[in-house]
């Protein structure tokens, strides 16, 4: 098993119920867009917001 995944495995079992259901559904969501392809605009999309923060700094 990889290193993220006994990790992940060890935490859910540590974490409170709601916080383990809660990531759970996170885990599920960033592998399903990793999936179909999405991850690659969102980085872009991340890229892009921190050019803007820069530019708005003072």
């Not at 290193?3 to 079992?13: F, G, N, P, Q």
């Amino acid at each position: 098993m990889d290193v993220l995944a006994e990790r992940l495995d060890a935490k859910l079992c540590e974490w409170k119920q709601a916080t383990a259901t809660e990531v759970r559904e996170r885990v599920m969501e960033i592998i399903d867009l990793a999936d179909s392809g999405v991850l690659d605009v969102i980085q872009s999309r991340s890229v892009e917001q921190e050019v803007l923060d820069v530019l708005d700094e003072p």
